[in-house]
């Protein structure tokens, strides 16, 4: 499993993702998920992978190929990010139409998604989930956000503190803290963690980091998040038991 992440704000985007592939009591095995197409000073291209190993390696390998062999239609050719997110799209159904055959009668689960995020000239920066089936979808203004693989444990703190006008080092916390919060609860989610940050029409990436294992921001951001958490609950009112004892009961009919 895996958890990738991608936030885009007014003022650029964010793109975050562990690395962990298999996790178990004596096999774990971590592969990178971020990677970076960029034409510096023309685009940004930013791409997460999440699901079935080979099927996203071969794709990858399928995009690298286009514009090593200077193909006319590549991630560096294509003049919008719609359509670079359909060309994705277009490449993970190739591979699974090759292999699905072998993969039908092995009983595999070939399913993989994509995030891509970035900035074309002419465009504004725009994030886009790339669905196994070659369909996508993007985010918007009203949801600035979009998760692949295990989503459920980041999800909470993306909900509750996000929004489009967040500043742009904001929304990098948020995604640490959101990718944190999922290898407390999800073992199958761990470091190193590898993170870039984009600012709007700069089209050069010039903030990426990787935390690895022990890493000390890292271990100090889950000390204090976990010590507000606690707080916050602490301060917590307790339930008035007593006021719904009182209160009238009445019957709720569902039809």
């Not at 600035?144 to 703190?157: C, R, S, V």
């Not at 951001?221 to 007593?242: C, G, T």
């Amino acid at each position: 499993m895996t958890y990738c992440l991608g936030i885009v704000t007014r003022s650029g985007l964010v793109v975050a993702a562990d690395s962990r592939t298999n996790a178990g009591v004596d096999y774990i095995s971590t592969y990178q998920k971020l990677f970076d197409f960029s034409n510096p000073g023309e685009r940004v291209l930013l791409i997460c992978t999440s699901g079935n190993l080979s099927m996203t390696q071969a794709v990858l390998t399928l995009l690298r190929k286009d514009i090593q062999t200077q193909e006319e239609i590549s991630l560096h050719t294509l003049p919008t990010m719609y359509e670079i997110a359909r060309y994705i799209g277009s490449k993970t159904r190739q591979i699974q139409e090759q292999d699905k055959a072998w993969l039908k009668q092995d009983g595999i689960n070939a399913q993989a998604s994509v995030l891509v995020g970035g900035q074309i000239k002419g465009e504004d920066p725009a994030l886009y989930l790339v669905y196994s089936q070659g369909n996508c979808i993007h985010a918007t203004k009203e949801t600035p956000f979009l998760q692949i693989g295990e989503t459920k444990y980041g999800k909470p703190i993306l909900d509750r503190t996000l929004t489009f006008e967040t500043p742009l080092e904001a929304a990098a916390k948020c995604a640490l803290l959101s990718i944190d919060s999922t290898m407390k609860s999800n073992i199958s989610v761990g470091p190193p963690i590898n993170m870039v940050m984009y600012e709007t029409d700069t089209f050069v990436i010039r903030h990426q980091l990787q935390l690895r294992l022990g890493d000390p921001y890292l271990a100090k951001m889950r000390k204090l998040w976990e010590e507000y958490l606690k707080n916050a609950f602490d301060h917590m009112p307790n339930i008035d038991w007593q006021h719904y004892l009182e209160e009238p009961q009445t019957d709720v009919i569902i039809d």
